[in-house]
Every structure is written in structure tokens, then in C-alpha cells.
């Protein structure tokens, strides 16, 4: 559960240095590698629950998991939603490592939750927020891209339809089905893909930027 009086379950205060850490598995370095070295932020839905047990008890869970990645991770409020559904926004910032170490630990989790209440979807989808600015790069010329991300990951990857009822709202939902390495290979070329970006933003100042939404 959420600290009372907190509004969001990280501050900047409680955001951890970077320390050593082991480096997740890559590959080896290529041309893209200074894209790696650079600010990235990843932002995706969870329920409300799925919140909560992402928190731990009294933050410790969410402290922890910033520690071993040196990730920031940040939740909209409890009353935040992606607008049109009931769930809450994660986003994970930091260097690419580190964003993907954090996005490890955070479905690695959410993975033995499910399992342990034998939910019938015990691997869960996930739903990544994109910029409707970004998508393209995402579906390539003629599909190629996410055709290729597709048959790298072995992931199931779609990408929602632009929504017009929510004035304010520019991002669209890119969902990725699979077992749990299909999910990180897909969210890895994902992200390196929006790495590539240049008008993709470093960082938000907040997980949820739609207080204008309607």
C-alpha cells in the first residue's frame, strides 16, 4: 500500500543514486550504443492492485527495485488513470540498462503475483504509452518494423488505434503478449527504437501529464 500523504509512491528525494550494479545481459556493442548511454523513460499500465503490490509495504518494494536497477520508477496517483480505462501509468526513467533492469524486476513481479492468486491470465500483457508522434517509427514503412520486432521477440505486438474522444490526449497503447523473455526482447527493441527518436522526450516531469484530458 501507498504511504499516506504521499503522492506519488517515488519523490526525487527518494530516488536513489546510481551505484554499481551488474549490467544486464546486451548485446554485444554496436553504432546504436551511444543511444544506450543516453536518458530514456518508459511509461505502462498497471491496475490498481497490480499498483499496490509494485509499492510493497510502506514503499519498500518500489525502493528496492530502484536500488538494484538505478532506474526511477514513479506512479500516477491512485485517482490517475490512462484516460478511457481504470488503470494507473509506471514510469521508469534512467539509462537504458537501468530502464530495463527496472522493467525485469517490475514483470518478474507481476508474473509471480499472478501466479500466486492463480489468475487465469498469469502472464499478463503488457500496455507501453507511446507518443502518437512515435508510433510511426515503431510500424516501419509498410508494417516492416513491428513485422521484424515480431518475428525477433516472438511477441505479439499491437498498436491501438489513435483515440479522438480525449481532448489532450496524443499517446497511443502499444500492447505486448508472450511469455516473459518474449515480452523483454519486444519491450528491448521498443525501446531502443524510441531511444532512436530524436523528438521522443528524455523524461517527463510526471507519469501522468493528461490533468487537461477530457
Do not use: W
Not at 146 to 157: L, M, Q, R, V, W
Not at 172 to 201: C, W
Amino acid at each position: 500500500m501507498e504511504a499516506p500523504g504521499s503522492p506519488y509512491a517515488s519523490s526525487p528525494e527518494s530516488a536513489p543514486k546510481r551505484a554499481p550494479r551488474s549490467p544486464p545481459q546486451q548485446q554485444p556493442p554496436s553504432e546504436e550504443g551511444d543511444d544506450k548511454e543516453k536518458p530514456i523513460h518508459l511509461r505502462f499500465l498497471v491496475s490498481n492492485a497490480s499498483a499496490g503490490c509494485i509499492i510493497g509495504k510502506g514503499g519498500s518494494t518500489i525502493n528496492d527495485f530502484q536500488s538494484q536497477s538505478g532506474a526511477r520508477i514513479q506512479l500516477s496517483r491512485s485517482h490517475e488513470f490512462f484516460p478511457g480505462t481504470n488503470d494507473r501509468i509506471i514510469m521508469v526513467s534512467g539509462l537504458f540498462g537501468e530502464v530495463m533492469k527496472a522493467m525485469e524486476l517490475i514483470l518478474e513481479k507481476l508474473l509471480a503475483e499472478g501466479e500466486e492468486f492463480n489468475e487465469a491470465e498469469a502472464r499478463p500483457k503488457v500496455r507501453l504509452v507511446v507518443p502518437n508522434s512515435s508510433c510511426g517509427g515503431i510500424i516501419g514503412k509498410g508494417g516492416a518494423t513491428i513485422k521484424s520486432f515480431i518475428e525477433e521477440s516472438h511477441a505479439g505486438i499491437k498498436i491501438s488505434p489513435q483515440d479522438n474522444n480525449y481532448v489532450g490526449l496524443h499517446d497511443r497503447l502499444v500492447t505486448v503478449t508472450g511469455t516473459f523473455d518474449n515480452q523483454m526482447n519486444a519491450i528491448d527493441l521498443i525501446l531502443k527504437k524510441l531511444s532512436e527518436d530524436v523528438h521522443y522526450p528524455a523524461n517527463l516531469s510526471s507519469p501522468f501529464p493528461y490533468a487537461g484530458a477530457i
